[in-house]
């Protein structure tokens, strides 16, 4: 079945670093990547959408220039956060469709949890 | 976006059946409807999805009411591994494809 592999599962950094987060379609091609953020005991939250080729489109409130979202190629999008700070430790999931226009199934990653201190 | 209501939490007892609902009354005519779940410290990972037929596969069923405007997802036998957050997801019917979560329902499964 597709997988989509997130890389790193898990990764510490210094107040004011960036955190640069890939992810990989590893036998299938997507065109387009979702990327969500999520707080303990909260749900997803759709941060934005990755198009291949294109700029990422934003949800309302996402600072685009915080999050910068490259998606160079069919197999591969990352996630940068920017000047991190401890608000922004979450758990950060990317999501990859595939299938026909109407009958899309989503892969998820398995989550890069991001602690900034 | 059309949204969806699930109850908080349910339990059930280890392998007996665990129906889940969902109302989703702002349904429109091209909205798939999605079930995910998430396992703690994991991505979500893909149930069934179906559209206005009641779907099998080989985890669960997917029961669409008549009306769509609600449904249910079976899982025939509840087992330890099932215990997770499951989410109902209407995915936009506009050619944007995205996927909103909503708060879900916690499924406890007892030994």
């Known amino acids: 079945g597709a997988v989509v592999s997130q890389h790193p599962s898990r990764v510490i950094c210094k107040s004011g670093t960036s955190v640069k987060i890939e992810c990989r379609s590893l036998d299938f091609q997507a065109t387009t990547m979702f990327w969500y953020r999520q707080f303990p005991k909260q749900s997803l939250m759709l941060m934005a959408t990755s198009n291949e080729g294109s700029k990422a489109t934003y949800e309302q409130g996402v600072e685009k220039d915080k999050f910068l979202i490259n998606h160079a190629s069919l197999t591969l999008s990352t996630l940068t956060v920017t000047s991190a700070h401890p608000e922004d430790s979450s758990f950060y999931i990317c999501?990859?469709?595939?299938?026909?226009?109407?009958?899309?199934?989503?892969?998820f990653g398995s989550g890069t949890r991001l602690t900034v201190v | 976006d059309a949204k969806t209501t699930q109850p908080n939490s349910m339990e059930s007892n280890e392998e007996e059946p665990v129906h889940l609902p969902c109302n989703h009354s702002t349904i429109s005519g091209t909205d798939y409807i999605h079930w995910y779940r998430q396992l703690p410290s994991q991505g979500p990972e893909y149930v069934i999805h179906?559209?206005?037929s009641n779907v099998n596969n080989r985890m669960a069923s997917l029961a669409i009411a008549e009306d769509r405007k609600s449904s249910t997802l079976i899982l025939h036998r509840a087992t330890l591994r099932d215990a997770a957050v499951y989410y109902c997801i209407l995915r936009d019917g506009d050619s944007s494809y995205k996927l909103i979560f909503g708060s879900g329902t916690r499924l406890l499964v007892r030994p």
């Open positions: 999501s990859a469709s595939t299938g026909t226009v109407f009958n899309y199934g989503y892969t």
């Open positions: 179906g559209l206005t």
